[in-house]
């Protein structure tokens, strides 16, 4: 993935005004957090706040804010190397065509990590960016292919709040207990819906994000195994690489080894 220009949580005036007949020369991704008009086949179209477009190399770009407002986006310029358009195409996001997101937040968190990647000396930066990017279009994919949710379900957004809480804050401290009364549900209801919602347990579910953002730190920081242990809210080393063995089949320092060889025989 080569990142040409990037931009997090940027905001223009009333007079913002994109018009880019022949495009960019790339592709380009913009999250939206507020409403702004776009021309769309000719047609001038409100697109919400909330919204992702994702504009295929060569397609004209026009867009603006809207009378008396401003306009607020993140935005991504790229093009795709080697084989990860395919990849890309599999998810199945459409071009050119603006798709209304329920919870733009960790889109926005992925672009500002791209950001930081960009504009840094990391050592890794262009592999985390393509992690990032790679991360950014299968949360799209997951939300553009959600299943409806049923109408007027209280219970099923409290419990989708706190399993948003645990995987973008998976270093909290958070327990059964503090959870459902979180939700104001008894302790057996809490465990019971949750599993019935989601598929797993609140626990089960709870060790599964911690493991993802343990294998992202090990990828992309130089932390100490017993550094993200702590990182990711455990008090014990023991029982952080017990559970992540458990989860993965090798220890943390294994893991950040094999990504280490990845990473070499990607240079190459």
């Known amino acids: 993935m080569v990142i040409h220009n990037v931009g997090y949580n940027h905001t223009h005036d009333a007079d913002f005004y994109i018009d880019r007949p022949e495009g960019s ?36 770009q026009q867009y603006r804010c809207c009378r008396g407002q401003i306009f607020s986006n993140d935005w991504v310029h790229f093009l795709f190397e080697d084989n990860e358009e395919e990849t890309f195409l599999h998810h199945g996001i459409p071009f050119d065509t603006p798709i209304s997101m329920e919870n733009l937040h960790f889109l926005s968190f992925c672009l500002k990590c791209i950001a930081g990647e960009q504009y840094s000396n990391n050592r890794n930066k262009h592999s985390n960016i393509g992690h990032y990017m790679a991360l950014l279009f299968s949360k799209i994919d997951e939300q553009l292919h959600a299943e409806p949710k049923p109408f007027g379900d209280t219970g099923y957004e409290m419990l989708s709040t706190i399993r948003y809480k645990i995987y973008s804050e998976p270093y909290i401290q958070r327990t059964v207990e503090y959870a459902s009364h979180e939700v104001r549900m008894s302790r057996s209801a809490f465990q019971h819906l949750y599993r019935e919602q989601f598929g797993v347990s609140f626990v089960q579910d709870l060790i599964e994000s911690r493991t993802q953002y343990a294998k992202m730190l090990l990828s992309t920081t130089n932390l100490s195994v017993h550094e993200v242990a702590s990182q990711c809210g455990y008090r014990s080393y023991a029982h952080f690489s017990r559970q992540f063995k458990e989860r993965t089949g090798i220890t943390p320092s294994e893991y950040r080894l094999s990504c280490s060889y990845s990473h070499a025989l990607h240079e190459l």
């Open 25 to 60: 020369g790339d592709y380009l991704l913009l999250l939206l957090k507020t409403e702004a008009l776009f021309v769309l086949q000719g047609k001038e179209v409100l697109v919400p706040a909330n919204s992702v477009m994702l504009y295929r190399k060569g397609t004209p």
